[in-house]
Structure formats: structure tokens, C-alpha cells
């Protein structure tokens, strides 16, 4: 039985930059599950895409004219939930690395990634995950140590109360920035396995993005300092 082919993923791309911004879209589109069905130069055309377009991804830079880019993610943030929002930025400035983050966006990406690697981490995003660049991760876990998470409700203070066994585990592998792929290879799981796991996971300790969950296993002592069996 031949399997009815998916639907490709729905992609906005925002950028101030019109000659970057052009050539991000046309490099997406030779993907054969990705198509871009719009682009914006500012933070206030892409909220008014979303609204218009109801794309899957938004891949905003950070830094733009009229509306920034962070501050655009929160606006398609609260209006529409169901829309992933991806930042692109050429720096890694921790003030808004941590803004973005609160916002709840989806993935923090560098400028200087290969397309390959973006491809991955659009699709990641559509899967659930939360890519943030390699070169962020230390400082981002770093940052959030010393801070409050931002749950719906308040994170209880034994997260092992509440967590099974399996869900712990794979906390402490998202905490080292696996992907639910590589937690699934490690641990002799699908990959779907782990998908929900981590969502159950989140629900129970009230968190929105498996950044935030990554933190508080970080600062309740729960991490290890490299990943078991890595």
C-alpha cells in the first residue's frame, strides 16, 4: 500500500536584508517537504503574513526595522500558537537569546549555518523539537541556571515526584541538547517514543519548550556532566 505523500511544510521568511532574505527563500524551496509561501522585510509585515498566510515556520531575523524580530515572534506567538517561529540572527547576544527564549520561540539559530543544517533544524521544529545553535547551547543552560523557569503553573521542587523513570532519563539527554533522534539511538527508542515522553513530560512539569525543562534538570543537580554512555 503506497503511502499518501505529506503535505510540505508552510515556511514565512522575515528579513530586513532583501538580497538574504531572497536567497533564503529560494535555497528552502529546493527541498522537496519545504515550500516558502511568503516573505516580509519587518517585524510588522511578518505579523500581518502569519495572519494572512497561517504558514507552519516563521524563519525571522532578529534585528529589523518598524517591529524587531523577537518582538514579532511574541505578537504570531500570541495570536497564533500553532505557528512555530525560528530566529535567525548574525550575533550571539545573550539579551536576546534569553528575550526570544521567554517568548517561547521555537528555535535560536546563526546566520552562519549551512543549509543543510537548516533544513534539519526547520524540520526538527515541525517535529516538536527546540534546535537552538550548538554554539548557544553552553551559554543558554548557563544563563538559565540562576533563573526562575516560566511555567504555566509552578514547577514542583522534586521533579523525580512527578516524572517517571523513562521521562527523567530523557530530560537529562535533552538537557545535553540531543535531539529525539539521537535520545532515540542511545536508548533503543523510536524517535516517536520520545516525542512523547518529552511532551507528557512538559505537561507535568507545567513548561512550554524542552529548553525551559533542560534548565530546571540543570539546576536541580539532575544533569551529568557529559551524557550517559556519550
Known amino acids: 500500500m503506497t503511502t499518501p505523500p505529506t503535505d510540505p511544510v508552510r515556511v514565512l521568511v522575515v528579513d530586513d536584508q532583501e538580497l538574504f532574505r531572497g536567497s533564503l527563500a529560494a535555497v528552502?524551496?529546493?527541498?522537496?517537504?519545504?515550500?516558502?509561501?511568503?516573505?516580509?522585510?519587518?517585524g510588522l509585515m511578518a505579523v500581518e503574513q502569519a495572519d494572512t498566510l497561517r504558514?507552519?515556520?516563521?524563519?525571522?531575523?532578529?534585528e529589523m526595522p518598524v517591529l524587531d524580530g523577537?518582538?514579532?515572534?511574541?505578537?504570531?506567538?500570541?495570536?497564533?500558537?500553532h505557528v512555530k517561529v525560528v530566529m535567525l540572527t548574525v550575533d550571539d547576544d545573550d539579551e536576546n537569546l534569553m528575550r526570544a527564549v521567554r517568548l517561547g520561540v521555537h528555535g535560536y539559530l546563526l546566520k552562519n549555518l549551512r543549509p543543510a543544517e537548516l533544513f534539519?533544524?526547520?524540520?526538527a521544529v515541525v517535529r516538536g523539537e527546540t534546535p537552538v545553535a550548538p554554539a548557544l547551547v553552553g551559554r543558554l543552560l548557563a544563563e538559565l541556571?540562576?533563573?526562575t523557569p516560566t511555567p504555566r503553573t509552578s514547577a514542583p521542587t522534586r521533579p523525580e515526584d512527578l516524572l517517571?523513570?523513562?521521562?527523567?532519563?530523557?530530560?537529562?539527554l535533552v538537557a545535553h541538547g540531543l535531539s529525539n533522534k539521537e535520545i532515540g539511538s542511545r536508548l533503543c527508542i523510536t524517535e516517536g517514543t520520545v516525542k512523547n515522553h518529552v511532551h507528557n513530560?512538559?505537561?507535568?512539569?507545567?513548561m512550554e519548550n524542552r529548553i525551559q525543562a533542560a534548565a530546571y534538570i540543570v539546576r536541580q543537580g539532575?544533569?551529568?556532566?557529559r551524557p550517559p554512555g556519550g
Open 55 to 62: 504558514p507552519d515556520v516563521v524563519v525571522m531575523d532578529v
Open 164 to 172: 517517571s523513570a523513562r521521562e527523567l532519563e530523557i530530560l537529562r
Open 201 to 206: 513530560a512538559l505537561q507535568k512539569l507545567g
Open 70 to 81: 523577537i518582538e514579532a515572534a511574541g505578537l504570531v506567538r500570541e495570536r497564533l500558537p
Open 222 to 225: 539532575l544533569g551529568t556532566p
Open 28 to 42: 528552502i524551496d529546493t527541498q522537496p517537504d519545504l515550500t516558502v509561501v511568503g516573505e516580509a522585510a519587518n
Open 120 to 123: 534539519d533544524m526547520i524540520r
Open 145 to 147: 541556571r540562576g533563573t
